[in-house]
């Protein structure tokens, strides 16, 4: 059996100006420092067999911690980044929809072949995320009763993840809430994955039963 916990990496700054930050390595807030104390004090008291994580700073940061925490090094995994928005980088919807208003609504089709101004395609990020995170699942690392593979990333990263292990179809990717921070869990059984747990934030009101 594998059991893996995606992580989605807590807040951003700014976070509440909602602006699309993908390949641009922004850091995480005031809020989002403490939720990443938060979250690997839970962890430390799981057992974490290994740390899979992106390399932008929101992640690695949070996954630097969880890895000290237990003992281990982090393993920083480039596919693992959020997708490149292009010039929309750093911009609000409303921005983007402004400038761009033909491309945002070709955008909100989901298509695979969309491709982002400057930035990358839908399928291509497709492509190096779901060929990396089945290289890791492909691993002998293998989990006994309790223990954790983590793995931190990003809230487009994981939606990919678990769309595709639920095959929902691309124009639905966006419906799969993922919230600062939050925790899922895969488990693996042979080639059947069950999905175990969905954006839960539950560490931090200290009512986590997992």
């Known amino acids: 059996m594998k059991r893996l916990m995606l992580i989605r990496h807590p807040e951003i700054a700014d976070a509440e100006q909602l602006k699309y930050f ?17 979250l690997a004090d839970f962890l430390s008291k799981r057992q974490v067999k ?12 949070t996954a630097q911690l969880i890895a000290d925490k237990s003992g281990l090094t982090i393993n920083i995994i480039p596919e693992l980044k959020e997708i490149n928005f292009g010039r929309w980088e750093g911009n609000s919807y409303q921005e983007i929809l402004s400038v761009d208003e033909q491309l945002c609504r070709e955008w909100l089709e989901m298509k695979p072949e969309f491709r982002f101004p400057a930035g990358e395609s839908l399928a291509e990020f497709y492509q190096r995320v779901i060929q990396e995170y089945n290289r890791i699942l492909s691993t002998d690392l293998e989990t006994q009763a309790g223990e954790l593979i983590v793995v931190v990333a990003h809230g487009g ?48 009101d200290g009512k986590c039963r997992i």
Not at 23 to 38: C, F, N
Not at 182 to 191: F, G, Q, T, V
Request: charged share 25%; aromatic share 10%; hydrophobic share 40%.
């Open 50 to 61: 290994a740390v899979y994580c992106s390399p932008l700073q929101r992640a690695k940061y």
């Open 157 to 204: 990263v994981i939606r990919l993840i678990l769309a595709d292990l639920l095959d929902i179809n691309w124009g639905r990717v966006n419906c799969i809430k993922q919230d600062f921070g939050a925790l899922n869990i895969i488990e693996y059984h042979d080639d059947c994955g069950l999905l175990r747990l969905l954006n839960d934030t539950c560490y931090l």
């Open 22 to 38: 993908g390949a641009t390595d922004v850091r995480l807030s005031q809020h989002g420092y403490k939720q990443a104390e938060r």
